[in-house]
């Protein structure tokens, strides 16, 4: 049986999952930005055990990355910070997705019990 720390860890994984792989190759400009990122945040604040999600578009990283001349590109994990807060059974787990090394990398920052 897991842990109620491994379970909750779990569900941060499933968050960060239906984050990326629904809203990957969603078209994006720096205008379009804002209501993105409150679409993604509030999306996967619906699912059970979710407390808060943070998500930030960096605008300059959408700039850099249009390269035709309509404005807007592909969303991707090198344009996006995301922080996220799960608690389930008493334990709070806070994860983030960065880039690193040139990859978007989602980790756990702490487990700790509420």
Not at 71 to 76: P, Q
Not at 88 to 108: F, N, S
């Amino acid at each position: 049986m897991a842990t109620d720390a491994q379970e909750a860890c779990f569900e941060a994984g499933i968050k960060f999952g239906s984050l990326y792989h629904q809203f990957a190759g969603t078209p994006v400009s720096p205008s379009s930005a804002r209501s993105l990122e409150a679409a993604m945040a509030e999306s996967i604040e619906n699912q059970p055990f979710c407390e808060s999600v943070t998500v930030e578009i960096r605008d300059d990283r959408v700039a850099d990355a249009i390269d035709h001349e309509n404005g807007y590109t592909e969303l991707t994990g090198s344009l996006m910070d995301v922080e996220m807060r799960i608690e389930r059974e008493g334990v709070a787990v806070r994860t983030r997705m960065a880039m690193r090394d040139g990859y978007p990398l989602m980790e756990v920052v702490s487990v700790a019990d509420d």
